[in-house]
């Protein structure tokens, strides 16, 4: 029954049938955000999910232990994700300017991201605004998404770069 708590408590959350929850997730719809989770999503225990503008997760996507997804203008996650733990997805972060205002008075500057279907986002990968992974894309553990990367790759790295294209054979 906790979604139903949820979904009473955030009229802009949408959740599809067999949604799960792990334990300790904490979920946060603010302002006018908008929430959707497509069915069969599974959302690991101490997972963030924060909408405070448009948060799209597909059906049959798998969000791993701990990660953090913020999105303040819009994040779209793809059907059948695979998100492993620790991975962080934001779609904002502060302007930083050389005055002696403090960082947290300057502002943040937003830019949305897309996550593509079947894209596979190892172990602690970092996803920053602006960009978009291709669907069937593997991006490997600790990479930092800086730039968009092509569907159908294996990337890996800080920034995140190709190192290979997948095909239908086994590696």
């Not at 890996?156 to 190192?163: E, F, L, M, S, T």
């Amino acid at each position: 029954m906790v979604l139903g708590w949820y979904k009473c408590l955030f009229s802009g959350l949408e959740v599809g049938k067999s949604v799960s929850f792990g334990r300790g997730v904490y979920v946060n719809v603010e302002n006018r955000g908008r929430l959707k989770i497509g069915a069969g999503t599974k959302i690991l225990a101490g997972a963030e999910i924060i909408a405070g503008g448009k948060l799209l997760i597909g059906a049959n996507a798998h969000i791993g232990r701990g990660a953090v997804i913020v999105a303040h203008e819009q994040v779209r996650i793809g059907d059948n994700a695979l998100i492993a733990e620790f991975v962080t997805i934001r779609d904002q972060d502060h302007v930083i300017v050389g005055s002696a205002e403090p960082y947290n008075r300057q502002g943040s500057l937003t830019a949305a991201i897309e996550i593509g279907d079947n894209v596979w986002l190892g172990s602690k990968v970092t996803v920053l605004k602006g960009v978009t992974i291709g669907a069937g894309c593997v991006v490997g553990a600790n990479a930092v998404v800086v730039h968009d990367l092509p569907p159908r790759s294996v990337c890996v790295g800080a920034p995140a770069r190709p190192i290979r294209a997948l095909n239908d054979t086994p590696a």
